[in-house]
């Protein structure tokens, strides 16, 4: 895709994507800052590119995130709670780990989600960074493990009456 970029859509490109480190600051700073970026200018095609990739990966980010955390307490909870069905049957469940298998297994299970979330952190960081220094360049940048929400939009996007009268079609 060829662009001829303006040095403020590169500049705006650039803040777009070093906007979502706003969540240090503020709750749902990396969602709302980008956001209000990108309408600024979506008009523009970069920018536009850009702006939606940068929501997108934020989106995807959390999601992963959240489940990440749910299957982390989920295999914590199984853990603790045993697997024994009688505990749901005759009596509340407690909480217990009684055996030495048992807090082992908890602690591995802790281990390897706190490292998962550990890496998708530092992909965002990385990948934020990479966003940033591509849109300084005025090249497009496309996140890695990204779902696109935000449908991104194709420069020969017409219509299917558009691109039939184009042809000429005589019948």
């Not at 600051?25 to 536009?48: Q, T």
């Not at 297994?105 to 966003?131: G, K, M, Q, R, Y």
């Not at 990204?146 to 009456?161: D, E, R």
Request: with cysteine.
């Amino acid at each position: 895709m060829n662009l001829k970029v303006l040095n403020r859509d590169k500049n705006l490109a650039t803040l777009i994507h070093l906007s979502v480190f706003t969540k240090f600051l503020f709750p749902l700073g990396n969602f709302l800052f980008p956001l209000l970026l990108w309408i600024f200018r979506k008009d523009d095609e970069f920018v536009d590119h850009h702006g939606r990739n940068a929501l997108n990966f934020q989106i995807s980010i959390f999601l992963y995130s959240i489940l990440l955390v749910v299957l982390g307490l989920a295999g914590l909870t199984l853990i603790v709670l045993n697997l024994d069905p009688e505990i749901f049957l005759h009596r509340l469940p407690e909480f217990v780990i009684d055996d030495l298998q048992q807090a082992l297994s908890a602690i591995i299970l802790v281990i390897v989600f706190a490292t998962l979330l550990l890496a998708l952190f530092v992909l965002e960081i990385f990948a934020v960074i990479s966003a940033s220094l591509k849109a300084n360049e005025g090249e497009l940048y496309n996140y890695p493990l990204c779902i696109n929400f935000i449908s991104i939009n194709n420069t020969n996007h017409q219509s299917k009456n558009a691109q039939f009268n184009k042809e000429n079609h005589t019948l």
